[in-house]
Antibody, heavy 123, light 107 residues
Framework: EVQMLESGGGLVQPGGSLRLSCAASGFTFSTYAMSWVRQAPGKGLEWISSISGSGRHTYSADSVKGRFTISRDNSRNTLYLQMNSLRAEDAAVYYC????????????????WGQGILVTVSS | DIQMTQSPSSVSASIGDRVTITCRASQGIGTWLAWYQQTPGKAPKLLIYGASSLQSGIPSRFSGSGSETDFTLTISSLQPEDFATYYCQQVNSFPITFGQGTRLEIK
């Protein structure tokens, strides 16, 4: 059974940092691209960042480029999102999502999602 | 960036009704389109991928169609568990973008 569990969220002051983790199980982690998607309270879904199965290829939204870094440790079956210089508008529930397979530098639909982790940015 | 525009933004319907939600892409995306269902407090669930392929475990009352810029999600006979918010998503190119969502409410 595919499972993904996010951790590392919480309350942080503006300008602060957090690192989110997503521990995955039930599939061959290194084979699949992974992504982060966020949802601000009462708002829609916003794609944040994706990383290929090998970790060699990464893509990020302009809204977080230069502040957030996606990475993965295939030996630990874990996806990360390092978030720096956090702003009030980064407050959201953050989801990790598994991509369907389509090759290493190929990114496709999100077939499994974690339960989400809340990030609050406030002084 | 490819903009995804869903309509309507909200719809009211009754159990047993047929409902259609549309999604328009600002440029052609082939069939690199998915539909997700989200209920309050839960993660999104993949319903349809490749514009028309039904994800495993999803009831056959859900169907998708379209290509390039115009897509539809149809629920043939609404069930109580279908009242949720639906999002389309394009994965043709980065940045990956979602539609703004369609809230399906009970009439």
């Amino acid at each position: 059974e595919v499972q993904m569990l996010e951790s590392g969220g919480g309350l942080v002051q503006p300008g602060g940092s957090l690192r989110l983790s997503c521990a995955a199980s039930g599939f061959t982690f290194s084979t699949y691209a992974m992504s982060w998607v966020r949802q601000a309270p009462g708002k829609g879904l916003e794609w944040i960042s994706s990383i290929s199965g090998s970790g060699r290829h990464t893509y990020s939204a302009d809204s977080v480029k230069g502040r957030f870094t996606i990475s993965r440790d295939n030996s630990r079956n874990t996806l990360y999102l390092q978030m720096n210089s956090l702003r009030a508008e980064d407050a959201a529930v953050y989801y990790c999502a598994k991509g369907t397979y389509c090759g290493d530098n190929c990114f496709s639909f999100f077939d499994y999602w974690g339960q989400g982790i809340l990030v609050t940015v406030s002084s | 960036d490819i903009q995804m525009t869903q309509s309507p933004s909200s719809v009211s319907a009754s159990i047993g009704d047929r409902v259609t939600i549309t999604c328009r892409a600002s440029q052609g995306i082939g069939t690199w389109l998915a539909w997700y269902q989200q209920t309050p407090g839960k993660a999104p669930k993949l319903l349809i991928y490749g514009a028309s392929s039904l994800q495993s475990g999803i009831p056959s009352r859900f169907s998708g169609s379209g290509s390039e810029t115009d897509f539809t999600l149809t629920i043939s006979s609404l069930q109580p568990e279908d009242f949720a918010t639906y999002y389309c998503q394009q994965v043709n190119s980065f940045p990956i973008t979602f539609g703004q969502g369609t809230r399906l409410e009970i009439k």
